[in-house]
């Protein structure tokens, strides 16, 4: 088939059919006339590429996985294509840790900048709306102040303290002045955020901070010193 044939039968565009040609993930003949002729296979092939891409494969990868794809079973296919969804895994989970950590930051500083008053004088360093270390830091503190008293009850508790354990499995440990740090790979920060989230509804005097370095989540929990224990029992080495 001709390209424009192959182009309005797969959805792909010429241009992009021209591009995929030169980078050898397609081949073509020629017409004596110069014409390209494009074989039938080739529609299951720019569908498999099509999928390749909707995984964030590069284009050179998945030249490497249409050859396993062309010539090997199905098992070789899956054996090839496990490793290269993992890395994308790890990599959009990274991402997301990063984007929600940058939202946290953004939602913190827009609540900052609505608790300031409305002054008629120029902006001075009381304000502190552009710091970057003073909005955390002020919301953070509010376990201080928060009564040391938790609304789950029974199961709810038992439940609660599983998934903590299970989430920061393996943590290395440090203790911090009223609390602890617990070191963690990076791509567990959606779900301890949204444990922190849930604990905070029930356990309001525990205070959570996280600090993303690399491949890595430094994850701070403090609470006041009559909590010491609660604090302890709940984040227990496992």
């Known amino acids: 088939m ?10 792909v565009p010429a241009t992009t059919l021209r591009f995929y040609e030169s980078a050898g993930l397609i081949s073509a003949e020629r017409t004596p006339s110069g014409y390209r002729l494009f074989g039938q296979e080739t529609v299951r092939r720019l569908a498999f590429i099509a999928a390749a891409k909707h995984l964030g494969l590069p284009l050179r990868e998945i030249a490497d996985l249409l050859a396993v794809w062309q010539t090997g079973a199905c098992a070789e296919v899956k054996a090839d294509l496990r490793p290269r969804i ?21 939602r913190s500083a827009s609540a900052h900048l609505d608790a300031l008053p409305d002054r008629v004088t120029p902006c001075d360093p009381e304000c502190g709306f552009l710091s970057h270390a003073t909005v955390p830091e002020r919301q953070t503190e509010r376990w201080r102040d928060a009564a040391v008293a938790c609304s789950l009850t029974g199961e709810g508790i038992t439940e609660r303290v599983a998934q903590w354990r299970s989430a920061l499995a393996g943590a290395r440990r440090k203790e911090i002045p009223d609390g602890l740090r617990l070191t963690v790979p990076a791509e567990r920060f959606l779900a301890l955020a949204e444990l922190a989230s849930a604990e905070q509804q029930c356990c309001p005097f525990f205070g959570f901070r996280f600090r993303l370095d690399g491949p890595v989540l430094d994850f701070e929990v403090r609470a006041p010193a009559e909590a010491a224990d609660l604090l302890a029992d709940v984040f227990a080495a496992v």
């Not at 424009?4 to 959805?11: D, F, I, K, N, Y």
């Open 86 to 106: 993992a890395a994308r895994l790890a990599e959009a989970e990274r991402r997301g840790a990063e984007l929600a950590a940058f939202a946290a930051s953004l």
């Open 2 to 11: 001709r390209i424009s044939q192959l182009a309005e039968r797969s959805g």
